[in-house]
């Protein structure tokens, strides 16, 4: 048997770290995730990905409203364990957690650090216009994401890349990564490298606001925007007094016109920016599903209004 850990994470990120671990052999004695929420149009109540997996794979879990109490750090402390493992938990650590293990928490963090430290990297790597991106396996300190670095590996962001589909590969990736280094970490024949503080850019929580497409964009800002808000929150300009939902886009030529304008460009509907004009090849109207910028034209009849309100 491998190292005794415990495991915190929530999202579908996390999840191929935890199984990875599992599958090398690792303990885990305890999986940390967040409380169950409502989730979609019903508001039902959903447990975070992590506890479905973890429950699947016969794990103790807990969801602590917070992990900053004494009692949850003295149970922290009381398992025994070599190291704690972290993928997008949601929460920052205090330092009596961070202490409770002997070897101290491993992070497996969406970029290539210090290069978009924060929430959102994924989605920050995209809307820069990044070609590379990665997964760091960092030692955690207090401060969000600034502990040394343990291995990095860099994968490309594709042109038509979303947020979700780079996403799923870097946590495949991340997965990999951490149990091929945690056994040389544990060991202390693997060491790690503080980072360049001069080269430090971050990313904070991303908001249902953030979607919304401005005017002051270029094509290829709002391009990017719509690849790195799917699948949350989703970019969206107002058509009709009504968010619409901008799901793939393309950069196209169109005529002169004032932002805001909304014309056909082919057979697809094109919303004119700052300077120049997107395609809109898949968008969503209020409550209905996604379809492809034709079938909303025909639904139109071929009459397009103005985007109103673009800000």
């Given amino acids: 048997m491998k190292a005794r850990v415990a495991f915190f994470g929530s999202p579908e990120f996390a999840v191929p770290s935890l199984r990875a671990l599992v ?19 019903g508001g039902r109540v959903t447990p975070p990905p992590v506890k479905r997996v973890a429950l699947e794979l016969g794990l103790r879990v ?8 004494a009692a949850f ?12 493992v972290v993928a997008a938990y949601g929460r920052i650590l205090p330092e009596r957690v961070l202490d409770a293990t002997r070897r101290g928490f491993v992070n497996v963090h969406a970029s290539l650090l210090p290069r978009w430290r924060g929430a959102s990297p994924v989605a920050a790597a995209i809307l820069a216009g990044d070609t590379m991106t990665g997964v760091s396996i960092m030692e955690m300190v207090l401060r969000m994401d600034a502990g040394p670095v343990i291995s990095q590996v860099v994968e490309p962001i594709r042109p038509d890349d ?80 009504a968010p619409l939902r901008c799901w793939r886009g393309r950069v196209v030529e169109g005529p002169a016109a004032a932002a805001g304008s909304m014309v056909m460009v082919g057979d697809e509907p094109a919303v004119r920016f700052a300077d120049g004009w997107v395609a809109l090849v898949e968008v969503q109207r209020p409550g209905g599903r996604r379809m492809p910028g034709r079938a909303f034209v025909a639904g139109e009849r071929g009459r397009l209004e103005p985007v109103v309100g673009l800000g």
Avoid: I
């Avoid at 807990?62 to 109490?69: A, F, I, L, W």
């Avoid at 750090?73 to 398992?79: C, H, I, Q, V």
């Fill in 62 to 69: 807990e969801q602590p409203d917070s992990v900053r109490t």
């Fill in 73 to 84: 750090g003295e149970r922290l402390a009381g398992l025994g364990l070599e190291a704690g």
């Fill in 23 to 41: 599958g090398a052999g690792f303990e885990v004695a305890l999986v940390v995730t967040q409380p169950d929420r409502p989730a979609g149009r």
């Fill in 162 to 241: 979303t947020t979700g589909s780079l996403e799923a590969r870097l946590a495949e990736l991340g997965a990999r990564e951490l149990v091929r280094v945690l056994p040389g970490w544990l060991e202390g024949t693997v060491g790690a490298t503080p980072q360049d503080e001069s080269r430090v850019t971050t990313c904070g929580l991303l908001r249902k606001e953030d979607g919304f497409l401005r005017a002051s964009m270029t094509a290829v800002e709002a391009e990017r925007a719509m690849r790195a808000y799917d699948p949350w929150p989703g970019a969206f300009v107002l058509y009709r007094g």
